[in-house]
């Protein structure tokens, strides 16, 4: 994440362009349902740099094993397991494992289908992001 030193949304999407000419790994992920939530938990090898996809919605982000350096435009945060935060909506994220990490994204959604949960909760490529402002868009 060398470019990143001072993020923003451009150095974020180049970085990844850049990184999509890679080889991809396949993280482990796992799917959880319940009344009124669902949660989305990813195993992050040592090592991996990723980037995710905008939340069209607020959302509960958990580090339950790991250490993590998130990266947004409002800045860097290393961070290691036990860590919890509230995330806002509408920013682009990157993030390097510095070891094996575990990450949850818990959404409000009464919805099951995959599919129709990533239509609801997540911005489409191109598509202007909800407001979003304040450190990493978050409150730990």
């Known amino acids: 994440m060398h470019d990143l030193a001072v993020p923003s949304l451009e150095k974020i999407q180049r970085l990844e362009a850049e990184?999509?000419?890679?080889?991809?790994i396949e993280l482990q992920t796992v799917h959880t349902f319940g009344?009124?939530?669902y949660a989305r938990t990813i195993t992050i090898p040592a090592g991996v740099t990723l980037t995710g996809k905008i939340h069209a919605t607020?959302?509960?982000?958990?580090?339950?094993?790991?250490?993590?350096t998130l990266v947004t435009e409002d800045g860097?945060?290393?961070v290691?397991?036990?860590?919890?935060?509230?995330?806002?909506?509408?920013?682009?994220?990157?993030?390097?494992?510095?070891?094996?990490t575990v990450c949850t994204n818990v959404h409000i959604t009464t919805e099951t289908d995959l599919s129709r949960i990533e239509a609801e909760l997540i911005v489409p490529e191109?598509?202007?992001?909800?407001e979003a402002s304040?450190?990493?868009s978050c409150h730990s």
């Not at 607020?58 to 993590?68: A, R």
């Not at 191109?126 to 909800?130: F, I, K, N, R």
């Open 19 to 24: 990184m999509l000419k890679l080889p991809q």
């Open 35 to 37: 009344p009124g939530f």
């Open 58 to 68: 607020e959302h509960i982000f958990i580090v339950s094993k790991g250490d993590i």
């Open 76 to 78: 860097s945060r290393r």
């Open 80 to 100: 290691q397991a036990p860590f919890q935060m509230v995330c806002r909506p509408g920013l682009k994220r990157a993030g390097h494992a510095h070891a094996e």
């Open 126 to 130: 191109g598509l202007p992001a909800p």
């Open 134 to 136: 304040g450190e990493l």
